[in-house]
C-alpha cells in the first residue's frame, strides 16, 4: 500500500493507524502548494482533488477521505482493536467521532489557514473551536481515549488536528482533560513513530 500525506496535515491520522496496525506501507511526500511528487509527477494525478490523505491499495485502487481511510485501515487489523466491529452500535459511535472531529474540528480550522480569510471569519472559527474544545473536554473526563479505555482510529485523527492549535496561536491549557489526552495520544510508540517519520518530532 502507498500512503499519499504531507507532513502534519490529516493524512498524519491514517499514518499513525497504519503502524498502530502494524501493516506494511510506502508513504509518498505530498507537495500540496506544488502539488508534485518526489519524482515531479503530478499529484492531480493521483487524486483530482489535489488534497491528502490517499490510500493506494497493492491492486492500484485508491480510497481517499481520512474517516473512510482510517475504518478501512481498521478492518484489515481487527485483531488490533482500532475499531469496533461492523454493524455493532460501538461502530456507529465511531462513526459519529470521526463525523464530529471532521465536521466540527478540522473543517474549523480550516479558514485559520487561508492568509485571505478576514479577521472577523478566523475569530468565529476561533470562537467555535473553543465552544468544541470545552464540550470535549468534558467528555474526555475520566476517560483514557474518546471511546473509552481503548486507543482507536478515532483518537489519531482528533490528535491530528489538534495538533494545529500551536500553529494557530490557540491555547489549549484551559482544556485539562483534553491536554492531558493529547498526551496519553503522544506518548504511544506508533504516534511518536509517525510524527518522526514525517519530521514533526527531533
Known amino acids: 500500500m502507498k500512503l499519499y500525506y504531507s507532513p502534519g496535515a490529516c493524512s498524519l491520522s491514517p499514518h499513525i493507524a497504519l503502524r498502530e496496525a ?3 506501507f510506502e508513504p509518498v511526500l505530498s507537495n500540496l502548494k506544488s502539488h508534485t511528487l518526489p519524482d515531479g509527477a503530478d499529484f492531480y494525478g493521483v487524486n483530482p482533488l489535489g488534497y491528502v490523505p490517499m490510500l493506494e491499495l497493492d491492486d492500484g485502487t485508491r480510497l481517499r477521505e481520512g474517516p473512510a481511510i482510517l475504518q478501512y485501515i481498521a478492518d484489515l487489523a481487527p485483531s488490533k ?3 469496533p466491529a461492523n454493524g455493532t452500535l460501538p461502530r456507529y459511535r465511531l462513526q459519529e ?3 464530529f472531529i471532521g465536521t466540527e474540528i478540522h473543517k474549523t480550522f480550516s479558514p ?5 480569510m478576514p479577521e472577523e471569519a478566523k ?3 476561533r470562537d467555535k473551536l473553543a465552544s ?3 464540550w470535549l473536554d ?3 473526563k475520566d476517560k483514557q481515549y474518546l471511546m473509552g479505555d481503548r486507543f482507536g482510529v478515532a483518537d489519531g485523527y482528533l490528535f491530528t488536528v489538534t495538533n494545529w492549535a500551536k500553529a494557530m496561536n490557540i491555547d489549549l491549557a484551559g482544556y485539562p482533560n483534553l491536554v492531558a489526552y ?3 495520544v503522544a506518548a504511544r510508540p506508533a504516534v511518536q513513530e509517525s510524527t518522526k517519520a514525517e519530521g514533526l518530532l527531533k
Not at 485559520?112 to 485571505?116: Q, Y
Request: hydrophobic share 45%; aromatic share 12%.
Open 22 to 24: 502494524g501493516l506494511a
Open 81 to 83: 482493536n482500532l475499531a
Open 97 to 99: 467521532w470521526l463525523t
Open 112 to 116: 485559520l489557514f487561508n492568509p485571505a
Open 123 to 125: 475569530k468565529i472559527s
Open 132 to 134: 468544541r474544545f470545552k
Open 138 to 140: 468534558g467528555e474526555l
Open 182 to 184: 493529547r498526551e496519553r
